[in-house]
Each structure stands twice: as C-alpha cells, then as structure tokens.
C-alpha cells in the first residue's frame, strides 16, 4: 500500500476535526485514506494518537456545539483524587446547556445541565467544566469520604517551592456557592455533606481518610501539617498532631520506600522522639479494614499521654 502524505503538524499525533485539518491544508483525499481512523463523525484519529484524555476530549468538544468535557472526564483532566466509580470505562463525557439536546454520537457520553459562565474553562485549547462544577458533577456516584478528599484537594494551600501555584484551587465560600446555585442536583445531599468534613491542610487522600476514620473513632481532631516547633530551632510539619498530647502522625506512602526518604524519615524520628513526642507512622496496610489498625496505633499514643474519650 502507498504511504500517505504526512499530515500538517500536529494533526499526525493528535486526534482532530475535519475542519481543522482542512483549514491546515489537507485534502479531503487524504482525510478518507485507511490509516486514519474515524472516532465519530467529522474527527480523524491518527494511526498512532496521543492518549492524553484531554486531547481525546478535544475535537469531540469543537464539533458539539456549546459543549464541554464534563464528569468522569474532566474528573481525570483535572487529575483529582479519590475514587470515582466507572471513571475508568470507555466513552468521553460531554455536557451541554439543558436548553439543547443532549449530545449524541459515537465514543460520547452525553449530559446536559445549567451552566453558569464561569463554571467552563479552556484548559490547554481543551473546554472543561471547572474543578469545583467537576466536584459536584460527580457526587452523584461518589461516597461522601470520597468527595471530601476531592474538596481537601482543592481547599488546600499549595507550596509554592514545589508546585507552580500559590493560592488553592478554591476556598470553601467557593465550594458552598457551587451547592447553592444548584441547589435539587443528583448527589448534593452528599456534597454538603463532605463540604462539612472537608478541612484545610491535608496534603493527600491517604491523609484525608485517615482524618476521617480517626474522626469516626471518637478520635480528637487533629492540627493538619502545622508547622511544628520541637526546640532547640528544629521545627517539622507533621501530616497531623495534637500538640496538647506530643503525639504527630504521618502517612508515609510509596515514596516513603526511597533509600534517600527512608534517612530523612529517621532523622524525623530522631527529632520528635528527642523532644518527647510519640511519631505514629502509618502506612498503606494499616489503612485496611476501614483503618483499624491505623486508629488503635493512634488511640494508643493519646491514651499513653492521658487523652481519654469523653
């Protein structure tokens, strides 16, 4: 078979729409041969596409008219946390205005809704719902713990040493409004809620479950990475503390198993036990089992320093 011309830049690695392609100069000759795949009608997939989903979101955004990629899709554009039940099933979710039909064709999961201006954003030329419209889009299919590590995701404040932002993604007055423009929406209940749990401070999910599961314990509510000062000028940001009791916790997850994190993690040891504090570190295996083990490591610290339930 005779290999095709090349297609303009980047057309060869990213799906797109007939019509951006011809306005690139392709001919409609070369838009019909074999190699190119056709996803649904007026898009071209190219024989070796990029899988970036918001690449993939794209062109089936520009050919719906007054629509955006929304729900499951934009939960992973957004790349959130937590678990979202079917997030990972095929399709592309776009919505629209609930003044239009709802969008159908090929690869496309279709929704419609009311949007206010600026709950749709471009995201590298991609139209998305923003990250606050993503949270209550998708908390019909979310548990509450579920959508409150979202909403700590988005509540809490960057470091700008090692993220390139300085202020979160949105306040907690922001969140509320989001609830209270849509008020009768699937999943609201739940997203209200997790606003109510939500806190500002946890720098994970693993740490937000584990808040949770402490709160549901009876456990006292933890400070979340406050800056810590243990004497003598050192000063840590433990994941949680209460400062009443010396006792600091810390979820040490995958990275936690680096040679160069396992020295810094010891000399973090070294200085909460020499200033007479109990470090409880956690890891993956102790949040099993709703964090049974994670809570009776904790219950057991307080209790040795004389914290009692109520």
């Given at each position: 078979?005779?290999?095709?011309?090349?297609?303009?830049?980047?057309?060869?690695?990213?799906?797109?729409?007939?019509?951006?392609?011809?306005?690139?100069?392709?001919?409609?000759?070369?838009?019909?041969?074999?190699s190119l795949d056709v996803?649904?009608?007026?898009?071209?997939?190219?024989?070796?596409?990029?899988?970036?989903?918001?690449?993939?979101?794209?062109?089936?955004?520009?050919?719906?008219?007054?629509?955006?990629?929304?729900?499951?899709?934009?939960?992973?554009?957004?790349?959130?946390?937590?678990?979202?039940?079917?997030?990972?099933?095929?399709?592309?979710?776009?919505?629209?205005?609930?003044?239009?039909?709802?969008?159908?064709?090929?690869?496309?999961?279709?929704?419609?809704?009311?949007?206010?201006?600026?709950?749709?954003?471009?995201?590298?030329?991609?139209?998305?719902?923003?990250?606050?419209?993503?949270?209550?889009?998708?908390?019909?299919?979310?548990?509450?713990?579920?959508?409150?590590?979202?909403?700590?995701?988005?509540?809490?404040?960057?470091?700008?040493?090692?993220?390139?932002?300085?202020?979160?993604?949105?306040?907690?007055?922001?969140?509320?409004?989001?609830?209270?423009?849509?008020?009768?929406?699937?999943?609201?209940?739940?997203?209200?809620?997790?606003?109510?749990?939500?806190?500002?401070?946890?720098?994970?999910?693993?740490?937000?479950?584990?808040?949770?599961?402490?709160?549901?314990?009876?456990?006292?509510e933890p400070t979340l990475?406050?800056?810590?000062?243990?004497?003598?000028?050192?000063?840590?940001?433990?994941?949680?503390?209460?400062?009443?009791?010396?006792?600091?916790?810390?979820?040490?997850?995958?990275?936690?198993?680096?040679?160069?994190?396992?020295?810094?993690?010891?000399?973090?040891?070294?200085?909460?036990?020499?200033?007479?504090?109990?470090?409880?570190?956690?890891?993956?295996?102790?949040?099993?089992?709703?964090?049974?083990?994670?809570?009776?490591?904790?219950?057991?610290?307080?209790?040795?320093?004389?914290?009692?339930?109520?």
């Amino acid at each position: 078979m005779k290999t095709p011309r090349p297609l303009p830049a980047p057309l060869g690695l990213v799906p797109f729409t007939l019509q951006e392609a011809l306005d690139a100069g392709a001919s409609r000759r070369r838009l019909r041969h074999r190699s190119l795949d056709v996803p649904s009608r007026g898009i071209r997939l190219p024989s070796e596409p990029s899988g970036a989903l918001d690449l993939q979101a794209r062109p089936l955004t520009l050919v719906t008219q007054f629509s955006a990629a929304s729900h499951a899709t934009a939960f992973l554009i957004w790349d959130f946390p937590g678990f979202l039940p079917g997030s990972s099933a095929p399709g592309i979710h776009i919505s629209r205005p609930d003044t239009m039909a709802i969008p159908r064709r090929r690869g496309v999961i279709g929704h419609v809704g009311q949007f206010f201006d600026d709950e749709i954003t471009r995201l590298d030329g991609v139209l998305v719902t923003t990250r606050t419209r993503t949270w209550l889009d998708c908390a019909r299919k979310m548990s509450i713990d579920e959508l409150t590590v979202v909403a700590d995701h988005l509540l809490r404040h960057p470091r700008p040493a090692f993220e390139n932002r300085s202020a979160p993604y949105a306040s907690p007055e922001q969140l509320a409004k989001m609830l209270d423009r849509h008020k009768g929406t699937p999943g609201i209940r739940k997203a209200r809620l997790a606003l109510e749990q939500a806190r500002i401070g946890a720098d994970s999910g693993p740490e937000t479950r584990l808040r949770l599961a402490l709160g549901r314990a009876g456990l006292p509510e933890p400070t979340l990475n406050a800056v810590t000062v243990l004497g003598s000028g050192i000063v840590r940001e433990p994941d949680m503390a209460y400062p009443e009791h010396r006792v600091a916790v810390e979820y040490e997850g995958a990275v936690h198993s680096d040679a160069a994190q396992i020295v810094r993690d010891i000399a973090r040891e070294e200085d909460f036990n020499g200033a007479g504090w109990i470090l409880v570190r956690i890891s993956k295996r102790h949040m099993e089992n709703d964090a049974r083990a994670a809570v009776a490591k904790v219950l057991t610290a307080l209790a040795g320093r004389g914290w009692q339930p109520n």
